[in-house]
């Protein structure tokens, strides 16, 4: 696998692809006039570095999560019950299990705390941590 940079004018995105045919095919996919270029060959983080990366995205998702809830006010049996509710979910952050974070938290109930919305957007920077490693 590869890292091509499509790019047009002053906008230019790095994408990864098996071949230069397939980067030229999405190039040409989002209209005329992009082009591709071949910037390095990918190569995947090792085991060792891929625990450090998830651990840290698990941080800044539980950091958002206490941040989020601090600004809506949320009270003392409030908190317990969200406590209760993501348990199983916090419990898979300390150990940097995203696909289990991800997993787990589709089948969260939303409330008035945790609205649809945070679930949306927890769910999509989930998805787009795991698709910028090939992992969903």
Not at 45 to 73: H, K, M, Y
Request: with cysteine; glycine share 2%.
């Amino acid at each position: 696998m590869n890292i091509y940079k499509i790019y047009k004018n002053n906008w230019s995105v790095l994408k990864r692809f098996d071949t230069i045919e397939e980067a030229t095919a999405y190039a040409d996919s989002l209209g005329e006039g992009y082009s591709v270029e071949f910037v390095e060959e990918y190569t995947p983080p090792s085991v060792e570095e891929r625990l450090v990366l998830d651990l840290d995205f698990c941080t800044f998702l539980v950091d958002r999560f206490t941040l989020e809830n601090r600004e809506a006010g949320i009270t003392e049996p409030e908190a317990l019950a969200l406590l209760a509710k993501f348990k199983d979910i916090l419990s898979m952050c300390q150990v940097g299990a995203i696909n289990s974070v991800y997993l787990l938290l589709q089948n969260v109930d939303v409330d008035a705390i945790y609205t649809q919305a945070r679930k949306d957007k927890d769910l999509a920077d989930i998805e787009n941590y795991l698709n910028s490693y090939n992992l969903l």
